[in-house]
């Protein structure tokens, strides 16, 4: 199956990979197993250490805060206005700012935005980022505590006690309970040294591991000993171990993730079933290149014999067979998914429906690329095209937005916007993306500048993610011919 055209962009929000998966913020981690692993970064700082004052070039909301003055309890967060995952956690923030200010605890959100970005995102945002909020100077608080800590992703949040030590760092959805127990004097701080410790080792381990170095098998049983219930560790040696291929070790990692509690434990069956899924095929693979009918027959006996209580990996599979246009194998994946259980078997169906809509709209596209298509012909097809893409009322945008983009001037306008006015008709669900949003990209590929800025305008408005909102703004803009072009 020829892959048409497709929106970059909805696979970068999709964002659909492993790995980010494991991460979960904005963080700048390697992700691609094939990619180097560097020595780690010695911090410059450890907790304990006393924590450096604020340099700030504008307080966007609230007063201005002095960390090191020993009055109160203080939380400094590091985000900015792009990050999703740091849009998420600031209505928790603010719920923990209005639950602990009697007990004199002071929140601040510190970006290494520009004022003018950070003043309108606070203003919207209003009282559901109700805390102080500061821009930081030339990066310097950036450097004093996000570089001098070793952290390389948004959002992170250190809780600074009334000895004005920085006694805890991590993610701002796991800090309620280190924050409770500063408060009530019963942190231990001898054992939060101790798990960064554990924490330092994962980057040794990664480095050893990257390098098949036996050490590394012994280091790791370290860790997961030592490691308790912290989530964040535990993920960074889950990416430590998967970025290195260390399947072993991974699989102790996701045992001891599934000891955790029940969201964990339904977390390391999805992530393991996709690592199980990633193996069977690298197996079978190996196997089917070499030519062998026999010994190909027994590995795809194999391969579906490890998948078979493994709906996601059938899926990732399935998947993988179409995008090599191996449709027999990829036939015989949907029939191992559907038999699996009644919601496998109607995921087993819609991919099939995107199959033949992939298939038709290949065929559409080579009548419209061939010399003078007869109208007959190309009404026939579009008749039947539009009839598929109602079962999917979801891929219809996409489906237009493609034609255009691979038929590039030779496109139509009249059959992408028949399906674009079709989808608002039919979808019942609000689409992440706004079906503005596609129609904007196809006027301006098709010319008309002005009807792409106005539908581009609405499609951004009706979007409520500040990240997307960029996201979408600067593919948008990206479109645009550049003005020698125009000119």
């Known amino acids: 199956m ?23 913020c904005c963080d700048s981690c390697k992700t691609d ?27 966007v909301k609230g007063s201005a805060v002095d960390v090191t003055d020993g009055k109160n309890v203080y939380v400094v967060e590091f985000w ?7 849009r998420n956690t600031i209505p928790h923030l603010t719920e923990l700012q209005k639950k602990y200010k009697d007990q004199g605890v002071v929140f601040v959100g510190v970006s290494s935005e520009k004022a003018e970005e950070v003043k ?17 100077k030339d990066d310097a608080t950036d450097k004093a505590y996000m570089a001098a800590y070793g952290q390389g992703g948004i959002p992170c949040a250190f809780i600074i006690n009334k000895e004005s030590q920085v006694v805890w760092v991590g993610h701002p959805m796991e800090m309620e309970k280190p924050l409770q127990e500063v408060i ?3 942190y231990d701080l001898q054992a939060a040294l101790k798990l960064e410790e554990v924490r330092a080792s994962v980057d040794e381990y990664g480095l050893l591991a990257s390098k098949k170095d036996p050490k590394a098998a012994e280091l790791a049983d370290k860790i997961l000993q030592e490691v308790g219930t912290a989530k964040s560790i535990i993920n960074d040696m889950l990416n430590a171990a998967y970025q290195a291929q260390d399947f072993p070790v991974l699989d102790k990692v996701l045992a001891k993730m599934a000891s955790l509690d029940e969201d964990s434990a339904k977390r390391a069956k999805e992530i393991g079933g996709q690592i199980a899924a990633e193996r069977a095929m690298g197996e079978y693979l190996d196997v089917a290149t070499k030519n062998d009918e026999k010994a190909t027959k027994e590995a ?11 709906p996601e990996g059938l899926l990732m599979i399935a998947s993988q067979f179409a995008d090599t246009d191996n449709m027999e194998m990829a036939e015989k994946t949907l029939d191992a998914l559907a038999a699996v259980d009644e919601e496998s078997a109607r995921k087993a169906a819609r991919f099939r429906t995107s199959i033949k809509i992939g298939q038709l709209m290949d065929k559409y596209a080579e009548l419209m690329e061939g010399e003078s298509p ?3 012909d190309k009404a026939a097809m579009e ?24 038929l590039g001037d030779t496109a139509t306008l009249d059959f992408p916007v028949q399906l674009l006015d079709e989808a608002d008709k039919i979808q019942t669900e609000k689409p992440t993306i706004p079906n503005d949003f596609f129609r904007a990209a196809i006027y301006i590929r098709l010319g008309d500048k002005d009807k792409g800025e106005e539908f581009g305008k609405k499609a951004i408005a009706a979007v409520e993610d500040e990240a997307m909102k960029k996201q979408l703004s600067s593919y948008l803009e990206s479109l645009k011919p550049a003005k020698e072009e125009e000119e």
């Open 2 to 24: 020829k892959k048409i055209n497709s929106l970059l962009v909805i696979a970068l929000l999709a964002s659909l990979s492993l790995t980010a998966g494991l991460t979960g």
């Open 33 to 59: 197993p094939a990619d180097p692993i560097e020595e780690p970064a010695v911090p410059a700082a450890k907790l304990g250490e006393k924590a450096k004052a604020l340099t700030i070039s504008e307080w």
């Open 80 to 86: 900015a206005t792009w990050c999703g995952p740091c």
């Open 120 to 136: 309108p995102f606070v203003q919207e945002m209003g009282d559901k980022m109700d805390y102080n909020v500061a821009v930081d």
């Open 184 to 186: 009530e004097g019963k």
């Open 300 to 310: 795809e006996t194999k391969l579906f014999a490890t998948l078979k209580d493994n």
């Open 374 to 376: 007869k109208a007959e």
């Open 383 to 406: 008749k039947e095209l539009l009839e598929l893409l109602k079962t999917e009322p979801k891929s219809m945008a996409q489906a237009a937005y493609s034609i255009v983009m691979r």
